[in-house]
């Protein structure tokens, strides 16, 4: 006799199934094994699928699972079955009917959408309920797949007679009713919001009719599948065959429609906007509304979609006289100073309306629209300005005139002579621009210029730990670093053996290599005080130290492409750190900043020199060169003659590089920039021209590469580039150019939002790399906002803003005017309103030329505040040839308010 795999092998189905019988339920859970361990590998390349070895494979595997549980985890999970469960029948009728019962209740747990068998799998549980009368499974997914099954025009081909089944005739309803499971299954159908009834509608009204269903329960279902199209009355009544539906059923349909409406106005207020289209075809009444008045007040809060559903069901309920005048004011309190113009426009029309209905409410409904007076666009407040015209002559109270007078202060200056001319002068205690521009408003409010935050060398050894660990959890920490590494030199020498029991906590950690050599970059070599650290105490070298790692084969190539600048500078500077503190040659360093930014102040750097040559000691020769370009230049004649008083070689040099003036400065303005007239540059990114300094610095070569061409990689490493070189803030800006996304950085690059303040913080001229890197991202992204008000308003405060070229650089790279507005107007807003007009002014020309841009009306807008705030006069031809056209759009509108403040 064969065995199983034998018979799987000549593809013998009926000789597997005649095999099995043979077998007991112990010999046959022993063959599971064998039949893995032979058939598992390659299978999908040894037979093609279907196939009678593929067929006959599955009957032996399911065969060999003795557990019902087991076998229908295989077949849930079975790479692929045949089309029909004959096969599968024959197995199971090898077991008892309780295995049979069990197997049924384990396919009834499936869940049916994770299974490539669904119809096998309900077709063998069918089949085993109607053989035996086990107990009628009632989950979800079973009367799901029921419904389906029944619902199949075209049944199994080849299904077996011995497979028992529904009927395969007639249509569903004929199924249905033929059906021993329907009594059952059908009215659990009808209950289960999970179950998909609609395509079965008609048939279920049949069922009804016949009590096999309860109709209550069927309104109750089709109501609720209606949320999603137009629940009628009359549109359930003909799904329902066309019979009306009665008073008690009217009830039920009344009920189900608030309880539906209330779940879903829960959702909508926990945030979500979905349940808003099933709210909308719901079409529930004024009066059916009105018990959930405080929900519909609370979405005035919510999202702008949210919002303006909310806003629609208030005014049907105002319309029908549900509302309270103080719930209109606390909705126009919720509503009129929203930023979306539709929904503020859509409640000012709804004040008009109600002004015009109800006489006796005008004052309330003017001060209720005198909100809008607030507002930051200049259109919606002219809006409310026109209303509070149109239906003041109904107005008799003095204190509402008063109030309204009073709200008049916060209008756009542009606007102000037309409220004064309508509402009366304000009182003497009025102020806002109403009253005319004051001295205070006419004069900028900018922010103090503190200087850098000073910096001091360590005192104790103890001391130089603490900062050590900072850096290391702190990579960008430029201060820490120069602490530290100062600290270790300084105090080496001092006192060696207490630096190096306060650094043991520190170094227990070893910081090797990690994972793997390619997951190391060079913008991490500040890091690299480790090593600096590991030379106090005398440490065995590590494997990545510093001063080994380009001795590397594998990445001697690598080592030769990455030539970044600010890092190559750092690798010196700590490499030879550790050689001063094997040699005790150097006390200090030179080169520890006084300043938070880097800088070394002169007189600092005299006396640290001064005290060099007293000790007979010879500057480190890259400790002095970070030293001379971080010195701050100086007119002082007394730190001028300190200096020339000095004899040896590095204070000659420090003599003649204060007198020099430091590192020579090179202008980054593009070549093809058009400096008489910026406004005129064409569209483009304009990025700042090549710093690269044309001079032969006295200082050697990774020192002098600080100021030389720009390679692929200077972008990086920008947060210790800053502090190398603190006097040439121009020049920095434009080698960072391509600085902007952090997504792009690896860590130790300056992400955008960090990049502007510390250019803020630098010395030197901020020329047009500067102006640049503040232009670029006044229409970009928003998170970047805050930095970027801040360093125009350090840099007017500065008295180094130049409007004409920051105008010409934002117009030639504008992309979204009503970001960029946001952000003028957030600046402004600080009380820098000359500043800021300054800009548009040199600005509007180009951005009103032929097609004014978009945006236009807000740019406009803002440029009225401006202008009245700081006192401008005078005319910008373009503003006024807009003013002259024809036409009410706020671009138009916005610039006869501007022509009119202009020339007042």
Known sequence: MMNLIELVEAGDVQGVLGALRELTAEQRAAQAAPLEAHFEPGLGNKWVIPSPQWQALAAARMGSRPRPRDAVDWLVNADYLTLT???????????????????????????????????????????????????????????????????????????????????????????????????????????????????????????????????????????????????????????????????????????????????????????????????????????????????????????????????????????????????????????????????????????????????????????????????????????????????????????????????????????????????????????????????????????????????????????????????????????AFERALDGLVRHARLDRGTLSKALEPVMRRKRDLPGSRWSWTPLDTQLDVYDVAAAVRGDEPRTWHVRLRHEDPDLRAFWAAMAIPPTDMLKARLTEAIELIESDAQPYLLALPTHANGAVDAATLVERITEFESLGITPAPIDLAQALLRVTPTDDERVRDAADALRSNAGRRLARWLDQGGAPHRDTTPEKWPADNPIGAEPGRWAPADPCTDHDLPLPPVAAALLGPSGPYTSAGGAFWFAQLPHHRDEMAARLANTRSPQVATPATIPSPRLLPRLMEMHGTAGYATHWQIARRLDGNAKEEDAVVDALLVLAAQGQLDARLFAGQWQALLRTPARATAVLRAAAETGAWATVWSILEAALPALLRDKAVNGAGAILALAVECAARSGAKGSIPEVDEMAMRKGSSQTMKNARLLRDVLRS
């Open 85 to 479: 469960c004959g096969w599968m029948v024959d197995i199971t009728n090898l077991y008892s009917t309780e295995w049979r019962a069990e197997l049924v209740a384990c396919i009834a747990a499936q869940s049916w959408w994770g299974s490539l068998h669904n119809g096998l799998l309900f077709e063998l549980a069918e089949h085993i309920i109607l053989d035996t009368g086990c107990p009628l499974p009632t989950s979800d997914e079973f009367i799901r797949q029921w419904l389906m099954n029944r619902a199949e025009r075209r049944w199994r081909p080849g299904r077996p007679d011995h497979v028992l089944g529904g009927p395969r005739d007639g249509n569903l309803l004929a199924r249905l009713r033929n059906d021993p499971f329907t009594p059952t299954l059908l009215p659990l159908a009808v209950a289960s919001p999970k179950v998909g009834v609609s395509a079965y509608r008609k048939d279920l009204v049949a069922f009804a009719a016949k009590g096999v269903i309860d109709r209550d329960m069927l309104i109750r279902r089709t109501f609720l599948d209606l949320t999603r199209r137009t629940p009628a009355v009359q549109v359930a009544e003909k799904l329902l065959a066309g019979e009306p539906l009665s008073p008690s059923e009217q009830d039920l349909v009344a009920r189900t429609r608030a309880e539906l409406a209330g779940s879903l106005i829960s959702d909508v207020l926990r945030g979500s906007p979905r349940p808003l289209t099933d709210l909308q075809a719901l079409a529930l009444t004024p009066a059916e509304n009105a018990p959930l008045l405080r929900d519909h007040v609370a979405m005035l809060d919510r999202s702008s979609l949210i919002a303006a559903y909310g806003q629609e069901v208030l005014l049907d309920l105002d319309g029908a006289g549900l509302l309270e005048a103080d719930v209109l004011t606390e909705i126009c309190e919720r509503v009129l100073l929203r930023p979306e113009k539709k929904l503020v426009g859509a409640q000012l029309a709804w004040l008009n309306r109600v002004a015009k209905r109800d006489a006796t409410r005008t004052g309330r409904i003017l001060t209720d629209a005198a909100l809008t007076f607030q507002h930051s666009d200049v259109g919606l407040q002219e809006r409310a300005l026109n209303l509070v015209a149109r239906h003041l002559p109904a107005v008799t109270d003095e204190q509402v005139l008063s109030d309204l007078r009073e709200a008049a202060a916060s209008l756009n200056p542009g606007l102000t002579t037309r409220a004064t001319e309508l509402l009366g002068p304000p009182g003497q205690d009025a102020t806002g621009p109403s009253a005319g521009p004051s001295d205070e408003l006419l004069r900028d409010i900018l922010p103090e210029m503190p200087e850098p935050a000073p910096v001091r060398p360590i005192d104790t050894a103890a001391e130089v730990a603490p900062e050590v660990a900072v850096l290391l959890a702190d990579r960008e920490n430029v201060v």
